[in-house]
């Protein structure tokens, strides 16, 4: 079983793996300044059945990476528990955004919304893409989860729950309310 991360060039997929990492730094993960960095898709093991697959992006330099690669994947994986749709927060949901958005909607795969770089945000312009991915999260998507995930890989905001919804995902951790008396 596993995730995937999937998004524009640049939007801090590579980054997003690396900071899920920060506790195993033995675990390497190559981001880059330029868009278009990652060529190929890496696949990181956790454990011996859950894996994490790091995307080519889309859009910039890189639109027949993602066509050749990250489509039929998307179509074809089984066992693919969730695909994580990166946006940068930063600029807000851009065109090709909402192509990637139809086709995850097209395969019909469980998919979830991740808001990248809270870190540099404007709390103005946040808040509108914010409230304008909201909208198109409940009005144009089926197979999508209603509440988006805001992370920052610089500073680490949002990390750790993020890290616990995959660990979730993959079955280890239950969501039974302990008992508090
Ligand atoms: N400020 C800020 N910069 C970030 C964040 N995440 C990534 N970046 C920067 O954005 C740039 C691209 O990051 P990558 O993680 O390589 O992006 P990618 O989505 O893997 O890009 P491709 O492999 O080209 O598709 C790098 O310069 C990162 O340092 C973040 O949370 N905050
Ligand atoms: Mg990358």
Avoid at 55 to 75: C, K, N, S, T
Avoid at 83 to 100: C, E, N, P, W, Y
Avoid at 107 to 130: E, F, H, I, S, W
Avoid at 140 to 159: D, E, K
Wanted: net charge positive; hydrophobic share 40%.
């Amino acid at each position: 079983m596993g995730v995937c991360f999937i998004g524009r060039s640049n939007v801090g997929k590579s980054s997003l793996i690396k900071a899920l990492f920060s506790l195993i730094p033995e675990v390497e993960v190559r981001v880059s300044k330029t868009p278009g960095h990652t060529k190929k898709m890496n696949f990181f093991k956790v454990g011996k059945a859950f894996t994490l697959v790091d995307m080519p992006g889309y859009g910039h330099r890189a639109p027949r990476d993602f066509v050749d690669m990250v489509e039929p994947y998307l179509y074809t994986r089984e066992n693919l528990a969730r695909t994580f749709l990166l946006v940068d927060g930063s600029v807000g949901l851009q065109k090709a955004d909402r192509i990637a958005l139809e086709m995850c909607e097209e395969t019909r795969c469980p998919y979830v919304m991740v808001v990248t770089k809270m870190d540099k945000c404007g709390q103005g312009a946040l808040l509108r893409n914010l409230l304008n991915l909201q909208d198109v999260i409940k009005t144009q998507t089926s197979s999508c989860f209603p509440q988006p995930f805001l992370i920052s890989s610089v500073n680490y905001w949002g990390i750790h729950l993020l890290r616990c919804f995959i660990a979730h995902v993959a079955g280890s951790i239950s969501l039974k309310e302990t008992s508090k008396s």
